[in-house]
């Protein structure tokens, strides 16, 4: 049974496009996450969300629109792809007064 | 100056070998300390979470947190090729409104040989 589950696991695409990256989660967590992880294997957060409210946008460009239908959901829609989106996209969750957070096992994109 | 910063390797060690992976940081406000372990094409995955200064073991890990430093380990007994991965440690200070926002280091890729 998958914790965090996110699809696609792979996406390439062009530049200019737009794609959507699906997480879930079945822990009963009420806070997930977007975190990006580049070549160089550095994980930084870009989103938090508190049972469908936005708590935390670090300086993410506006491309990025994350969407959380419910707490088991965190979705992560990106416009107008360019070269520099390319890297892992990880999707996370935790409890809401937790501070262990659980990752799925990563969406890896690929802008050409 | 990075908030957390950890020697990237690579670091290779013979089996059953100890293995010391450290971190330091910047930021005084940071209270939970946690380790993650990630396999190439995985998530991390969570190995051992601590709050402030001390000593938690769990197994072949002890990971070591001491404030006063800045500077946190995670040690691991009796290495096996199976704990080839890269580890990365994360810590955060308490946030407002819940959530948790978790700062990385860089990870360490460890590779234990047989």
């Known amino acids: 049974d998958t914790a965090v589950s996110q699809t696609p696991k792979y996406l390439v695409t062009q530049m200019g496009n737009d794609k959507s990256i699906k997480c879930e989660q079945n822990?009963?967590?009420?806070?997930m996450y977007w975190y990006k992880q580049d070549s160089k294997k550095f994980l930084k957060i870009m989103f938090s969300y508190n049972n469908k409210e936005l708590i935390i946008n670090e300086t993410v460009p506006n491309r990025f629109s994350p969407k959380s239908p419910d707490k088991a959901h965190l979705n992560l829609h990106i416009n107008s792809l360019e070269l520099g989106d390319s890297a892992v996209y990880f999707c996370?969750?935790?409890?809401?007064?937790?501070?262990?957070?659980?990752f799925g096992e990563g969406s890896w994109l690929t802008v050409v | 100056q990075k908030e957390v910063e950890q020697d990237p390797g690579p670091l290779s060690v013979p089996e059953g070998a100890i293995v010391s992976l450290n971190c330091t940081y910047s930021?005084?406000?940071?209270?939970?300390f946690m380790w993650y372990r990630q396999y190439s094409r995985k998530g991390p995955e969570l190995l051992m979470y601590t709050y402030s200064s001390g000593n938690k073991e769990d197994g072949r890990f002890t990971a070591q947190v001491d404030k006063s430093s800045k500077y946190i380990s995670l040690f691991i007994r009796d290495s096996q090729p199976s704990d080839s991965a890269t580890y990365l440690c994360?810590?955060?200070?308490?946030?407002?409104?819940?959530?948790?926002?978790?700062?990385f280091g860089t990870g360490t890729q460890l590779k234990v040989e047989l």
């Open positions: 994360a810590m955060s200070a308490v946030l407002t409104g819940g959530g948790n926002k978790l700062t």
């Open positions: 930021n005084s406000a940071f209270q939970y």
């Open positions: 996370a969750s935790s409890p809401f007064s937790g501070n262990t957070i659980y």
């Open positions: 822990l009963g967590h009420d806070t």
